[in-house]
Each structure stands twice: as structure tokens, then as C-alpha cells.
């Protein structure tokens, strides 16, 4: 399974940290890359790549430019676009379907999107019709399509891991 | 069940939004109440309050001045510490654990937490041991709990509600 995330409308100040943190649950809940889209944001890409150096992995990001043709594209190559919105289906019916295919996109907002994304979107996905945050319904979304089985991946190469521990730190040098 | 969340080093413009986001996934995936430690911040209260009048519930935000007093007192009062971190015990483990008591306060942190949390908390507990979001962790954890039943939960008075939808948005006015 191949999993892309497309993050719409980053705005350099205002969603530096929302961005990290979803590029973060991108990563760690198994998806393969982040795409981002508006403001380009060199210091976010460091903080991720430190992060993949220090922990291990093969996750990227990148910045897009022109998201509707990306998502064109994305689809003709037959990736099936997942739409987050609190406004959507309730993902546990969703993510039944949504996992059967081997190519994903997940489209998520931080302005808010433009109508045709409703409509271009193969799934509209909501994470209970509530709201709360693009970061904790990303990683409900990959944890149902994962099946909980994402908290268990391993990352190579890293310079570190960590072994749970109930209570402290327990640190691997690798 | 009663769950608090104890929100540790909120810093006025720094965490605005990761924190209102924190209270929003608290809200959503079925907390009781927020308690935030560190800087005051009057504005968040609001948007929240503006949260709650409009979607409904009956969660409460507040600011507390001194959280090793306040874990004391909770614990004596027979509330369960869950001290969420990358370092802990993996969640689906614990949450098995967590779920038989009544009364539970969730510690997250923003900034580095003092050490003495790891001893303090009756449960340290990693969502994946790999750095991600609280607000992800405080999502998987609350999911764990409320074994999934929590993205069904109903919210009264509010003056809006949704309906799922396919494509585009079913909003129902109450």
C-alpha cells in the first residue's frame, strides 16, 4: 500500500506547528509521504528530515504547487482520494472500503477548502461530525486503515529507538 | 467514567493552537474536562466556550495554577495518572488496564515534562514510540478507552448538529 498525504493551504507562521505535527502522524502512523501546499517552509523540512536522520524510516515531504493537477494526476495513476472532513461519512464504514485499495491519497485541510474538493474527493471521511483537529482525525483515519497494526511498525536506519518503559526512558543507541 | 486532562506548560502564543486543539480532540472523543497549566489564556477559554454553545456537551475548559498539588489531590480522590509519552507502554496494552477505572487524568505535555511525572503517573503510556503529536496520542488514547464508541457520542443543546454525507455538507439546525 502506497500512502500520500496532501496538505492544503500551509500558511508559513500560523501553521508551522499544526504542519510538523501532521507531517509527524503522517510518518509515524504509516504513511509513505506528505505533499504540502501554499507557503514553502525549508525550516519545516529540516525539522522533518532531522527527525527521519535521528529515527529511522523512508518518509518524505515535499511542497506542491498546483494541488488540483496533482490531484488529477494522482488519480489517473489510480490513487483514490480521501477527503477529511468533518462533514463526511463516519470513518469506521469508510476505512472497510478505503483499505482495499493499494493507493492512496489523503487530502486534508488547514484553510478551509474549496467546495470541488467535496466533489473530486472519491471519499468524503469524517472522524465523528465534531470538530477537532486534521492532526488527531489523520491519525484515526491510518489507524483504521492499518488496523492498529501501525503501532507496531519499526523504523530502519535511525540513529535511535526506544524500548517502552513503564517508567523513565529507556533509549537504543542503534 | 470520568476523564480529566491535564494540559502541562501552555505557553500563550507558542501553543494556541496545538492547544485548542488538545481541548477539541478532549471534547470530541469524550473527556470531561481540561485543565491547563502555565500561561492564562482567555481567548482559548472563549473559543472553546464558542465551541460548546454552538455544537453542544458539557465539557469544561479551565486554567489550573499548581499541577503537583492538583495530581495529589486528584489521586487522592481516587483518579487514575495516565501520563502520555513516546517513552511509555504501548497504549493498546495499557488501555486494557486503564478502561476498568472510573476516574482518570490524563497528563500531556507541550513542553519538556518535569521527570518526576514519570513516577508520579500510575500509567506512562506511548502511542507508537516514535515522536508524533499529543493531540494524536490524546486521540488514540481516549479511542483505546472508549473502544471506538466514543466517534458516536451525541452532544446536547447545541445549536447545530451533522449529518453524515457523501458529498458535501448536512448541516442540521437544532
Redesign the interface.
Known amino acids: 500500500m502506497n500512502i500520500k498525504i496532501l496538505r492544503y493551504g500551509h500558511r508559513l507562521i500560523?501553521d508551522k506547528?499544526?504542519t510538523t505535527?501532521c507531517s509527524?502522524?503522517a510518518?509515524?502512523?504509516g504513511a509513505d509521504e506528505i505533499i504540502i501546499y501554499g507557503d514553502e517552509d525549508e525550516k519545516l523540512k529540516e525539522n522533518i528530515e532531522d527527525?527521519e536522520d535521528k529515527?529511522g524510516g523512508s518518509f518524505k515531504l515535499s511542497f506542491g504547487k498546483n494541488w488540483r493537477k496533482d490531484c488529477k494526476k494522482l488519480a489517473k495513476e489510480g490513487y483514490k482520494i480521501v477527503h477529511l472532513t468533518?462533514?463526511?461519512?463516519?470513518?469506521?464504514e469508510a476505512a472497510k472500503e478505503i483499505r482495499k485499495h493499494k493507493k492512496i491519497a489523503v487530502f486534508i485541510g488547514s484553510q478551509k477548502v474549496p467546495?470541488e474538493v467535496?466533489?473530486l474527493?472519491d471519499y468524503?471521511v469524517?472522524?465523528?461530525?465534531?470538530?477537532?483537529?486534521e492532526?488527531?482525525s489523520?491519525?484515526?483515519l491510518l489507524?483504521r486503515i492499518f488496523q492498529?497494526k501501525?503501532?507496531?511498525?519499526s523504523?530502519k536506519g535511525g540513529k535511535i529507538?526506544?524500548?517502552?518503559?513503564?517508567?523513565?526512558?529507556?533509549i537504543l543507541r542503534n
Open positions: 500560523r506547528r499544526i505535527h509527524l502522524v510518518r509515524t502512523f527527525v529515527w468533518m462533514y463526511g461519512l463516519p470513518v469506521d467546495p467535496y466533489s474527493a468524503n469524517a472522524v465523528a461530525n465534531q470538530p477537532h483537529s492532526v488527531s489523520l491519525a484515526i489507524d492498529g501501525e503501532l507496531k511498525k523504523f529507538s526506544l524500548a517502552p518503559s513503564a517508567e523513565g526512558k529507556n
